[in-house]
């Protein structure tokens, strides 16, 4: 899509935000509002009553970077600040992966199988219908923007895939799974609490299939060791189909799989 490598280039150029920085706001007949870089969206400050100093932080999920500005501090200083990372900045705007949108011939990886998006909209429908037929999710829809339908019908494929797989590994040490629930979360892939109960990143359904595999492993490993001892993780090596590259994997590329179904 050219068209959107074309916009990402505009935002995505420091010297457009900067400018921003400079900008004179109108005369205001009141207090004039604290002067903000909201206009890109890539950009955005976060006061904080809990930050010390002054921080950048690149949010995936979100997609955008924040400016976490402690309470006490002017905005002055932190645009400085910002100023003074530009640098840095640039360089994880260029490496934050483009969005892909949920829009028709999108390709979404599902389970390591890139499977492509067929919608064809018709406002004579009564209702959506969604099917994974073959490598395809065929969508036909009466709804302009599917989007929020695609993703519950994705989350609902993810969690009775995590479900499966769980009850199946801990059948293998000879544990039960209370719960298995799908959450969004940022950066917490999985978890397990003292009483089976496992979460998982319904977004894993985006990942190679040995990374969303070790994922199960590690929680359903939980159900026998609530830490990370050796132990822990030999049961963890044992119930996983291929540990390795699937630890490697979700560490050096989770933020990936916030990239789909984001506005682009
Ligand atoms: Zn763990």
Not at 123 to 131: E, H, P
Not at 136 to 153: A, Y
Not at 218 to 239: I, K, Q, Y
């Amino acid at each position: 899509m050219p068209s959107n490598k074309l916009k990402n280039k505009d935002f995505f150029s420091l010297a457009s935000w900067l400018n921003l920085l400079h900008f004179e706001p109108p005369e205001y007949t009141q207090e004039p509002p604290l002067p903000t870089l909201l206009d890109n969206k890539y950009i955005q400050i976060k006061r904080s009553t809990r930050a010390r100093r002054l921080a950048l932080r690149v949010d995936f999920k979100d997609r955008v970077i924040y400016l976490v500005v402690p309470k006490r501090t002017a905005l002055k200083k932190a645009y400085a600040f910002a100023h003074a990372n530009s640098d840095w900045i640039d360089e994880q705007l260029e490496n934050m992966p483009d969005a892909i949108p949920y829009e028709d011939g999108a390709v979404l990886p599902l389970f390591g199988q890139d499977t492509q998006l067929d919608i064809t909209y018709d406002s004579g429908l009564k209702r959506t219908t969604i099917a994974l037929i073959n490598n395809q999710l065929v969508i036909r829809t009466n709804k302009e923007d599917p989007s929020g339908r695609i993703e519950r019908f994705l989350r609902q494929m993810a969690k009775d895939k995590f479900a499966a797989l769980s009850h199946e590994k801990a059948g293998i040490i000879g544990k039960k799974v209370a719960h298995v629930t799908v959450r969004d979360t940022k950066t917490r892939w999985g978890s397990c609490d003292e009483n089976g109960r496992l979460s998982y990143c319904w977004r894993l359904i985006f990942a190679p299939y040995d990374a969303m595999d070790y994922i199960v492993a590690h929680e359903v490993a939980h159900l026998e060791h609530l830490d990370h001892s050796t132990a822990f993780w030999n049961v963890c090596r044992d119930l996983s189909d291929n540990y390795v590259d699937g630890y490697y994997w979700i560490h050096n590329n989770g933020c990936e799989l916030m990239r789909y179904g984001k506005a682009a």
